[in-house]
């Protein structure tokens, strides 16, 4: 395959699934800034490993790793732990939920624990299974499982608590 293939296929890839690739990152960090660089690491990942994830057929599972893995590494990173002053100047992606549910959703999701939020979002927005889950992360399905029940109980309890 030619560069000039290459290129093509992958601008191709691009075009169609950045926008999902970034309410991705977004779900995952929670913050839309953070998300692009996100993406932006995916993709440049992903173009250097190209050929080779084009032919096993998996480039969406691939850039989906990236950025749950980007997010763990830059969340351990010491800068990373300041908060800026900015919260809620960043436009929300247009979704079938009301404002309000859509807030009091994401605002629940923002209380779990990062890995329940991570398998939360993995199993039940992106519908992955247990297996595939286990293994973006890179932990036991086991830990999925308790991971997902876990945060699904504190999101049924904080969005009951939201109700009365």
């Given at each position: 395959m030619s560069r000039s293939d290459r290129d093509a296929e992958f601008a191709e890839f691009v075009l169609a699934r950045r926008a999902h690739l970034a309410r991705i990152a977004y779900a995952v960090c929670g913050d839309?800034?953070?998300?692009?660089?996100?993406?932006?690491?995916?993709?440049?990942?992903?173009?250097?490993?190209?050929?080779?994830?084009?032919?096993?057929?998996?480039?969406?599972?691939?850039?989906?790793?990236?950025?749950?893995?980007?997010?763990?590494?830059?969340?351990?990173?010491?800068?990373?732990?300041?908060?800026?002053?900015?919260?809620?100047?960043?436009?929300?992606?247009?979704?079938?939920?009301?404002?309000?549910?859509?807030?009091?959703?994401?605002?629940?999701?923002?209380?779990?624990?990062?890995?329940?939020?991570?398998?939360?979002l993995l199993r039940h927005w992106l519908g992955l299974s247990v297996t595939e889950t286990a293994a973006e992360l890179g932990i036991g399905e086991g830990t999925v499982k308790s991971h997902t029940s876990r945060g699904l109980a504190a999101l049924q309890q904080t969005l009951a608590g939201d109700v009365r």
């Open positions: 839309q800034h953070r998300a692009e660089d996100l993406v932006q690491t995916a993709l440049v990942k992903l173009y250097a490993a190209w050929p080779r994830i084009r032919r096993r057929g998996n480039e969406e599972a691939y850039a989906r790793t990236i950025i749950v893995r980007a997010d763990i590494d830059e969340s351990r990173r010491p800068w990373r732990r300041e908060r800026p002053g900015l919260d809620g100047h960043d436009e929300a992606a247009p979704e079938t939920m009301t404002t309000e549910d859509r807030s009091a959703l994401f605002e629940a999701l923002q209380t779990l624990p990062a890995m329940q939020r991570k398998t939360v």
